[in-house]
């Protein structure tokens, strides 16, 4: 079973529409939670990082769910630069490696 | 900008030929990882660095090499390049519990 696991999508919206994702993860000892943003052919980006209280920046919101393993995105009013790849990363032992899932595609369209 | 730096950015080779590539941080950090990424997979972890001469192996460490001689430049290489090691190769630094990644390089074994 892979420690990170992402529906690959793609997911296509219209813009300003909302869209959601989930990724779950193996391991109960998880520590930290991140959403890394991938374009087509570039490095992963960072993001934001996944509060336990679960957090929100402009039109992002993550939220974290310890009793079902999983975390969220949400993206409101989806933009055309929102189209992307975006990467779950969770830190499994707090030891300063990252696992990565295999990414969620989104694409908003005109 | 993560002042990280790859090089080359791209690279064609031959099976069987050594491929040396660098990562040139300006950051002073300390953790330093290389990474593969291939369709249907996240980020693999190859080889990482927490500090100067010290690395360990990660996930996919078979027929890779690095080496960290100082702070700023973490280098891997292919021994004996196979068709198999085609792929986009990521650099990482780590400040904390995240990391930031360079450019990329692009590489194709023939």
């Known amino acids: 079973r892979k420690e990170v696991e992402q529906d690959p999508g793609p997911f296509n919206v219209p813009e300003g529409a909302t869209v959601a994702f989930n990724c779950t993860y193996s391991n109960s000892a998880s520590q930290s939670f991140f959403w890394y943003r991938q374009d087509c052919r570039k490095e992963p980006k960072l993001l934001m990082s996944v509060y336990s209280s679960g957090n929100e920046d402009g039109r992002f919101t993550a939220q974290l769910n310890r009793a079902s393993q999983y975390i969220s995105l949400l993206i409101r009013d989806s933009k055309l630069s929102d189209s992307a790849t975006y990467l779950c990363?969770?830190?499994?032992?707090?030891?300063?490696?990252?696992?990565f899932g295999a990414g969620t595609t989104v694409t908003v369209r005109a | 900008d993560a002042g990280i730096t790859q090089s080359p950015r791209h690279k064609v080779t031959e099976t069987g030929t050594p491929v040396t590539l660098r990562c040139h941080q300006t950051?002073?950090?300390?953790?330093m990882y290389w990474y593969r990424q291939d369709p249907g997979h996240g980020l693999r972890l190859i080889h990482y660095?927490?500090?100067?001469?010290?690395?360990d192996k990660g996930e996919v460490s078979d027929g890779y090499s690095v080496s960290r001689s100082k702070t700023e430049d973490f280098l891997l290489t292919l021994e004996s390049a196979t068709s198999s090691q085609t792929s986009v190769y990521f650099c990482?630094?780590?400040?904390?519990?995240?990391?930031?990644f360079g450019p990329g390089t692009r590489l194709t074994v023939l």
């Open positions: 990482a630094i780590s400040p904390g519990n995240e990391q930031f």
């Open positions: 990363v969770v830190n499994i032992l707090n030891d300063y490696k990252l696992s």
């Open positions: 660095s927490y500090g100067v001469k010290d690395t």
């Open positions: 950051e002073n950090h300390r953790y």
